[in-house]
């Protein structure tokens, strides 16, 4: 039996359960799977059942901090061992991208004075035009309206359905941020400090209005960078600026009052005392530990999740980039309502 013999609710049964980069290469073969892929019922349905990729970004720079004059392009990094590896597979076509935040497999590319919304797995993208005061981004979505995507901007969220910036008069800013933003299940996280403590700040789309999360107790100074882990699980690195150690840490539970932070490990870098990452990622299936200072290096470490791990061995991939997680689905940028404009 060939799959045009099946009925069609198994058919879309089938397909709501391969991955999505798989659906990409299909898109070619029959037109009425082409069309499924851009319905948003489908796209839902495949992005709560499809399995997750996990895969890496980076955003590499020909110079260190040269963004207008290099071309930023983006290349997708494999962790197998015994030998990391990174490629280019994704070339971006603009020029000067000061940063990447990935939500669902959308990414935000923001620059100077507009911002891109983009999706590499379908190739569909959106442009906003912003202020070059509007600096600090998030996306994100109520997480029951998975399609119902919303950007927002400091006191502002910019609804992609009406194609306007609209003032958040409940939310105050009484903290100063890191600009570095992660989004898991539709909210976004930020690192913050004040003179006594360092926390999280978390933005609700749902509810529009931002909360205030502990961090794990560290042992001392340090710097501390988030990331996600495989969309499911927020994880947050500590590296003492006086020791060689660097812990990591992971959630069990996140709800609307606090974090529940467990899974707590350490890393001992040895040979790189100095290095002091502003990015990481890791894998828990590939035992391994990558981090951006000023080189892309991969850590593979003995074990994962133990009190105390060691480094087996390290890899520069790439020098002068950022890392990025990215999750590919057939999520669709939500346009807006009106008449759509040719630039968009």
Known sequence: MIMSDLPQDLVDEILSRVPAT???RLRSTCKRWNALFKDRV?????????PKQSLVFALKYKEPYALEESNAFLV????????????????SKEVGIDDI????????CTMNDRI????????????IQTEPYYYLFALGHDNNKLCETTLMCLKFNYELSSDSWRVLDDVTLDWSFEPTCVSLEGNSYWYSSDRKDAFLISFDFRRERLRHLCLPTFQSHGRICLSVVREEKLSVLHKCYNTSKMEVWVTSKIDTEAALWTGSFTVDLHNDFDKVPFRFLID???KVVVCCNVAVTVYSI??????????????????????YSYVPSLVQIQQSRGKRKERN
């Open 284 to 286: 828990e299936e590939k």
């Open 42 to 50: 489908f796209t839902e349905k495949h992005f709560h059942k499809a």
């Open 101 to 108: 935040i990935h939500c669902d497999g959308l990414l935000l």
């Open 302 to 323: 003995d074990k994962y999740n133990a009190e105390s791990s060691s480094v087996v061995s390290s890899t520069v991939l790439s020098w002068h980039s950022l890392i």
């Open 116 to 127: 891109v919304v983009w999706n590499p797995c379908s190739g569909e993208t959106r442009l």
């Open 22 to 24: 798989s659906l990409k």
């Open 76 to 91: 997708s990094v494999s962790l197998d061992a015994p030998s990391p590896s990174i490629e280019i597979k994704l070339s």
